[in-house]
Structure formats: structure tokens, C-alpha cells
């Protein structure tokens, strides 16, 4: 990774930062993390929002795993950066924060460019996908990785339910998508596939889509993909 801004060593590599972490996918995806046993910082535009969705986290694990601040102050505490607000805020979010990344930043994109109308529809986004859309608008020296796509906000959050399928991640840097898959390996019940460059993100929020339609046809809430014969 080369240009932008200087590395931050107060920075804490092992904290994992959730950018508006509050919502249904932040809450659960920082719910798996740190039964994981990882440091989970949640984010928000109010602190006493993000302490609240921490101490819920600490509440349900029985643990300290985690912590709350303002987006702001996620740049100082972490490395690891999951974006979890929903896509149509996501660019301005970006936008907003552009100046606080720093060298060493790895940002993850979990969003989906949904909108409800007569059921899910994908919006017709210039560069192909929301991974994209996001790169585009990215510092050059933050490596994006792209995951979390398929699975359910609301099965991340039953912490007392197994995931039990695969997963993809979707990347333009090897080394962002290896630190970022050894963060990840430690939540049970997963397979973490390689999916490759930030362009099939296009056909995973497809993919999406889809799951959703399923989960509203056949009544659930916990449809997600296994890929067989790997």
C-alpha cells in the first residue's frame, strides 16, 4: 500500500472497528466477532448509542469483549474497519471520514444496494457493484475487502443459532483479504471461500437478492448458500 496518510502507532491492530455498528447487520456481525474472542469497538454518530449496542454485546456473551465510541475515534482505536451501515449511506459516510484513514487501515464492505418495492431489487449502480461503488470513492492506499454479502442480518444475530454455511470475500489486495480471513476463521461453523477480485461482488449481491426472495417465499429467516464439490 502506498500514499495517503501516515501510519497511526497508537492504532490497535487486534481491535475490530464497526463503522454504524448499531444496526441489525453491525450488532450481529460485532456479536460474532467477539464470541470469537475478538476486540469489538462499535461505532456511531452518538456514543451513547454505540455504548449501548456494546454493553448489549457484553451483556449477551457475558463478556468485555466490547466497547463503543464515536465513528470519528474508530480511525484511532483500529485497523480493521467493517462498514455496516445500510449501502444508501455508506458513500456519504465515506465521504465524511475520507481524511481519518491512515496507512495500515484495511476497510470490509458488508453492504448490498437493495431497495424494497415489491420485493428486493438491486440498484442499478454505475460501476457494477456497491464493493465498487465504495472503491471508487476510497482513499487509493485503503485496500477494500468485500464479505458478509449472503448471510441473514437477523441469523448473524441469533448468536445462539450456528452459521453453518459458506461465506465469500472478495478483495483487491491479498494481504487486506488474509488479515481480514484471520480475523474471520475464528467464527464457528463457517467456510470462508476466496471469492477473488471486487467484481464478482456484482453477482454476490445478486445472490442476495435471491436469498431474500427465497426466505419471503418459503417463510424464513436463515436461507444462505453452501457451495458443494470444493
Given at each position: 500500500?502506498?500514499?495517503?496518510?501516515?501510519?497511526?502507532?497508537?492504532?490497535?491492530?487486534?481491535?475490530?472497528?464497526?463503522?454504524?455498528?448499531?444496526?441489525?447487520?453491525?450488532?450481529?456481525?460485532?456479536?460474532?466477532?467477539?464470541?470469537?474472542?475478538?476486540?469489538?469497538?462499535?461505532?456511531?454518530?452518538?456514543?451513547?448509542?454505540?455504548?449501548?449496542?456494546?454493553?448489549?454485546?457484553?451483556?449477551?456473551?457475558?463478556?468485555?469483549?466490547?466497547?463503543?465510541?464515536?465513528?470519528?475515534?474508530?480511525?484511532?482505536?483500529?485497523?480493521?474497519?467493517?462498514?455496516?451501515?445500510?449501502?444508501?449511506?455508506?458513500?456519504?459516510?465515506?465521504?465524511?471520514?475520507?481524511?481519518?484513514?491512515?496507512?495500515?487501515?484495511?476497510?470490509?464492505?458488508?453492504?448490498?444496494?437493495?431497495?424494497?418495492?415489491?420485493?428486493?431489487?438491486?440498484?442499478?449502480?454505475?460501476?457494477g457493484s456497491a464493493?465498487?461503488?465504495?472503491?471508487?470513492?476510497?482513499?487509493?492506499?485503503?485496500?477494500?475487502?468485500?464479505?458478509?454479502?449472503?448471510?441473514?442480518?437477523?441469523?448473524?444475530?441469533?448468536?445462539?443459532?450456528?452459521l453453518e454455511g459458506?461465506?465469500?470475500?472478495?478483495?483487491?489486495?491479498?494481504?487486506?483479504?488474509?488479515?481480514?480471513?484471520?480475523?474471520?476463521?475464528?467464527?464457528?461453523?463457517?467456510?470462508?471461500?476466496?471469492?477473488?477480485?471486487?467484481?464478482?461482488?456484482?453477482?454476490?449481491?445478486?445472490?442476495?437478492?435471491?436469498?431474500?426472495?427465497?426466505?419471503?417465499?418459503?417463510?424464513?429467516?436463515?436461507?444462505?448458500?453452501?457451495?458443494?464439490?470444493?
Open positions: 500500500m502506498t500514499g495517503g496518510g501516515r501510519y497511526n502507532p497508537r492504532m490497535n491492530n487486534q481491535a475490530v472497528g464497526l463503522i454504524g455498528g448499531t444496526g441489525s447487520e453491525g450488532r450481529g456481525i460485532g456479536l460474532r466477532l467477539a464470541a470469537a474472542g475478538h476486540e469489538v469497538v462499535i461505532g456511531s454518530r452518538s456514543a451513547e448509542r454505540a455504548a449501548g449496542t456494546a454493553a448489549e454485546i457484553n451483556r449477551r456473551l457475558a463478556s468485555r469483549n466490547a466497547s463503543g465510541c464515536v465513528n470519528a475515534d474508530l480511525f484511532e482505536r483500529s485497523r480493521l474497519l467493517f462498514l455496516t451501515v445500510p449501502f444508501e449511506h455508506a458513500a456519504g459516510l465515506l465521504q465524511q471520514h475520507r481524511a481519518e484513514f491512515r496507512e495500515g487501515h484495511v476497510l470490509v464492505d458488508v453492504t448490498v444496494p437493495l431497495v424494497f418495492r415489491k420485493g428486493p431489487r438491486l440498484t442499478d449502480l454505475a460501476e464493493a465498487e461503488h465504495l472503491r471508487a470513492r476510497l482513499p487509493a492506499h485503503v485496500p477494500l475487502v468485500a464479505t458478509f454479502k449472503t448471510f441473514p442480518a437477523a441469523l448473524l444475530e441469533r448468536i445462539e443459532a450456528p459458506d461465506e465469500f470475500v472478495c478483495h483487491d489486495s491479498g494481504e487486506a483479504r488474509d488479515l481480514v480471513l484471520s480475523v474471520l476463521e475464528g467464527i464457528e461453523g463457517v467456510r470462508w471461500l476466496d471469492a477473488g477480485p471486487l467484481r464478482y461482488c456484482r453477482a454476490l449481491e445478486a445472490m442476495t437478492m435471491l436469498v431474500i426472495g427465497l426466505n419471503r417465499r418459503y417463510g424464513s429467516h436463515e436461507g444462505r448458500f453452501a457451495v458443494h464439490g470444493l
